[in-house]
């Protein structure tokens, strides 16, 4: 990992400071006041003040609420992994880490300046989606402690490269705002034209997911190792708000623990109740299977070609994971209503469906009665 850039001010103090050091080393005893540049209180005041005008201009262009106005060319960036040539080539970088020191911060900021937004969360401070151009994706996230999405992207193209995912390109941190580049899926999502579908389409639409997700649900789990994302980021759990495990999950009945035990776990006898009632967790014990975590039509590409509509990706890994193999078929359904219309949940995979996993998704629609 390198830090990247620096503003104007702490450049020109850091030229200053190898001065007054390469005076003391000839004289220990010099006054280095007069060995300090010209106007240098002054200078450095004025340096200040460009970046609080650049500021002031990314805030007015892109208005307070975007996390753009939060993106500066004076502010330091971290690679945390590594930038594919595909990203070098985009911000016009080459292998050097002496060019890279120097201007990384700057291209970045001209790069997302030329973007055009594709998706922003409901407070676009926090989260938000830009297309850079050549099949280049930027996904810009606030405060962001979890690097699940990018690792998992990483373990597919490794071990699955035929599973439709984006590939990831990069990942750089400048202060508190994440950058994710991966490639872009050209379509829309599933969710967009899924109401103007016939039952015909839907039934076409279910078939390819069917296979995407048994081939996703293929891949060997380590016996052993902890649920979870695939470097050890822990479990989540978003029914309600997102918790994450604080230890390691290692076997089925510590992640049972872990759903039962939240904020809003209920009283003592109700909990008890509820865990008398869970399937039994041994012989056999459910398969751990790597799961996609939030699989929704919102989260599913789509093209249209040929007359009909074929699913070309699935998008936003943060939540997968290798968990209990009921686990999919729970987190699928984690939006649908009691009123609910919208028929999706009734052509879900089979290999997810709550129709194979009736007893474990009922259970937990029982946990959920306990936080209304």
């Known amino acids: 990992m390198a830090c990247i850039s620096e503003s104007k001010a702490a450049k020109f103090n850091a030229r200053t400071l190898t001065k007054l050091q390469a005076a003391i080393e000839k004289d220990p005893e010099i ?15 004025e340096m200040r003040q460009d970046v609080q005008t650049e500021n002031a201009t990314a805030m007015k262009s892109y208005g307070e609420d975007d996390i753009r106005a939060s993106i500066r060319s004076s502010d330091s960036a ?41 998706w922003k969360g409901p407070f676009a401070r926090q989260k938000m989606v830009l297309s850079c151009g050549h099949n280049i994706i930027l996904k810009a996230v606030r405060n962001l402690d979890d690097t699940t999405e990018y690792t998992t992207l990483a373990y597919l193209h490794q071990h699955k490269p035929n599973i439709a995912a984006p590939k990831p390109l990069g990942f750089i941190r400048m202060n508190d705002i994440s950058l994710i580049f991966m490639t872009q899926l050209h379509s829309t ?7 103007s579908l016939t039952a ?12 995407i997700m048994n081939d996703l649900r ?59 009632l869970s399937p039994a967790t041994q012989s056999p014990s459910p398969a751990i299977v790597f799961t996609h975590g939030d699989l929704r039509p919102e989260n599913i590409a789509v093209n249209y070609e040929n007359n009909e509509w074929t ?29 609910e219309e919208n028929d999706w949940y009734l052509f879900i995979p089979g290999c997810v469906s709550p129709k194979r996993y009736m007893h474990w998704w009922l259970l937990d629609r029982a946990r959920e009665v306990r936080n209304v």
């Open 189 to 195: 999502t599933l969710a967009e034209v899924w109401p």
């Open 78 to 118: 971290e690679i945390i992994f590594p930038l594919s040539d595909t990203l070098q080539d985009l911000l016009g970088m080459s292998n050097s880490a002496e060019v890279q020191s120097q201007c990384l911060a700057e291209r970045l900021v001209d790069v997302i300046g030329s973007s055009k937004v594709v």
């Open 218 to 276: 293929s891949l060997p789990y380590e016996t052993g190792s902890p649920f979870g994302g695939v470097r050890g980021e822990g479990c989540k759990d978003i029914r309600r708000h997102l918790r994450r495990s604080l230890n390691p999950i290692l076997t089925v009945d510590e992640f049972e623990d872990f759903l039962f035990n939240s904020d809003r776990a209920g009283g003592e006898v109700f909990v008890e109740l509820l865990r008398q």
């Open 311 to 339: 699913i070309s990706g699935l998008i936003d890994w943060e939540y997968s994971g290798f968990y209990p193999e009921y686990y999919e078929a729970i987190r699928c359904t984690n939006c649908m209503a009691p009123y």
């Open 31 to 45: 006054d280095l006041t007069t060995k300090l540049p010209l106007r240098y209180s002054d200078r450095l005041n």
């Open 200 to 211: 015909a389409q839907k039934g076409l639409i279910k078939e390819q997911l069917t296979s």
